[in-house]
């Protein structure tokens, strides 16, 4: 591997060595998605590197939970990662698995998108056509209200990363899903739309 300049295509192999699971690899998709969709949304010169970042986030979490975010830096070193990489993927745990803190835009994007794209799935998944493809913010809105929804989805997360970012809540629902449209199929929510 380049030391500098991780490909998609080594990111990848990487993120299935670690992880078997279907639901992680499709959210790893997802979040990966979402990076480059607010990457282009920026006019980012790099939106290979913030697309890489969002794949590998949780490459640690299936193999090693108890050690999520620190295992990874670990992994990441031995790969020959550059450590803006491995510190952006550490500080999406900030405040709960880790101390390090969300700094840069991109870091922030991912702190604040990351819970959001799994309540987002969540949602598109109740829907009768079970896609992303037709869902909009006003529903994500309505079942971010109900406790016992996606009860796993941390919203205080959600939350705290939009306003590090200082946007408003609604253009981030919006823009993250519109990142994972890009991907409706690969992530498994194409559903039963037409097209």
């Not at 929804?149 to 253009?171: C, P, Q, T, W």
């Amino acid at each position: 591997m380049n030391k500098d300049k991780p490909t998609r295509a080594e990111a990848f192999e990487l993120l299935k060595k670690y992880n078997k699971s279907e639901s992680l690899v499709k959210h790893a998709l997802a979040v990966e998605a979402v990076m480059k969709h607010f990457a282009e949304l920026l006019d980012e010169p790099d939106k290979e590197k913030w697309a890489i970042i969002g794949l590998l986030h949780d490459l640690d979490y299936e193999m090693y939970p108890e050690q999520h975010c620190s295992k990874v830096r670990e992994i990441l070193e031995e790969e020959g990662y550059p450590e803006d990489y491995i510190h952006a993927i550490v500080s999406h745990g900030w405040g709960i698995c880790t101390d390090v803190e969300p700094i840069h835009q991109m870091e922030k994007i991912l702190y604040a998108t990351d819970e959001l794209t799994g309540l987002i799935t969540a949602t598109a998944l109740l829907r009768p056509s079970k896609s992303i493809l037709d869902l909009e913010v006003k529903s994500v809105k309505k079942k971010w209200g109900q406790k016992g929804f996606a009860a796993g989805v941390d919203r205080s997360i959600i939350e705290k990363g939009v306003e590090m970012l200082g946007m408003d809540i609604n253009y981030i629902i919006d823009e993250t899903i519109k990142g994972m449209r890009k991907v409706a199929d690969e992530i498994g929510l194409k559903g039963n739309m037409e097209g």
